[in-house]
């Protein structure tokens, strides 16, 4: 009887882990799904990010929360702006923290431009469709400039 208590008292005590400040890589032990934000709310100030297996994340920042539920077994890294001691994961009864996704203010202040709207250099060829470095060619001979925007420009080396 004290062996099955001993072993019922073993499975049942909840695992705690300490987390250190950067990466950190953590198993989710309770056996069913529980809302990412609810189970990281106590500590999400101190959260950078959670990543799944999958590449989804949690960004508490930015209040977005692509992970949705841990999910039983599964590993998640979690990147720490700062150490929390002994964290664990609680049975929070079904509790579902919706987020409010933002957008930081510097996105707005970044400038509009595409890759294509600055205009580059692909490659240069000769007439007959053959990939040349305009430095090696004869005087007289007509080249085309190919851009990165669909343009073309012919011109005569010098």
């Known amino acids: 009887m004290e062996a099955s208590y001993d072993s019922l008292l073993l499975i049942s005590t909840p695992i705690s882990v300490d987390l250190y400040q950067g990466w950190n890589l953590i198993g989710y032990t309770l056996p069913f799904e529980q809302n990412t934000a609810a189970c990281f709310d106590e500590i999400s100030n101190?959260?950078?990010?959670?990543?799944?297996?999958?590449?989804?994340m949690y960004w508490p920042e930015f209040g977005f929360n692509g992970i949705g539920d841990l999910l039983p077994g599964q590993g998640y890294q979690v990147l720490m702006r700062e150490e929390v001691n002994d964290f664990m994961f609680t049975n929070l009864d079904g509790l579902r923290i919706e987020l409010n996704e933002t957008v930081p203010e510097w996105v707005n202040d970044l400038p509009l431009i595409h890759p294509n709207d600055i205009k580059t250099l692909v490659k240069v060829l000769n007439s007959l469709g053959q990939e040349?470095?305009?430095?090696?060619?004869?005087?007289?001979?007509?080249?085309?400039?190919?851009?990165?925007?669909?343009?073309?420009?012919?011109k005569i080396v010098p």
């Open 46 to 56: 101190k959260i950078h990010i959670v990543k799944s297996n999958w590449g989804y």
């Open 132 to 154: 040349v470095n305009p430095e090696n060619q004869n005087s007289g001979t007509i080249l085309l400039y190919l851009y990165n925007d669909g343009s073309v420009t012919k």
